[in-house]
């Protein structure tokens, strides 16, 4: 929700699409936020995230499985860690120069993320190059080389 409240106040011209997971409580709360923008929408429950993606420039993701399909589809993203143990695990692919890293949410200032959100989306060349990186290391041969690559890491 502090993300949505940040971009709210921007005046500039976006399209976002808010993504709720079935095990997120606070939907009441987004849904209230976002019924006057026409900015927002709404993807309840979806079941399919990497067709989805396809519809988007970027996407905003806190650092996990999402993140790596992003990798797979190409999508340049910028991520957040709601763990330690993810913040880790995220600095150091964010050293292979394939997304955006913010850090873990509690040491973010959100005040400037639609900033980050917006330089992102306006440069072409740094999407492409998240792009590119991302993409040569997730080459599509299955979950299992994803899996290896984060035991590697985290030793």
Known sequence: TKIIMHLKKTRVRFHAGIVVGRFYSNFR???????????????????????LMSHYKIGIFTFGITTFEAFF???????????????RYAKKIAKYDCMNYLGHYKRIDFGSLPEEIFKLMNDSKLCLKYTKNA??????KGIQRVAMKIVELSN
Request: overall charge negative; aromatic content about 4%.
């Open 135 to 140: 993409r040569n290391m997730i080459d599509g």
């Open 73 to 87: 589809v190409g999508m340049p993203s910028i991520n957040i860690s709601h763990s330690f143990e993810n913040d």
């Open 29 to 51: 709360e987004i849904e209230e936020l976002v019924k006057m923008d026409k900015r927002f929408s709404i993807i309840n429950n979806n079941k399919n995230l990497v067709s």
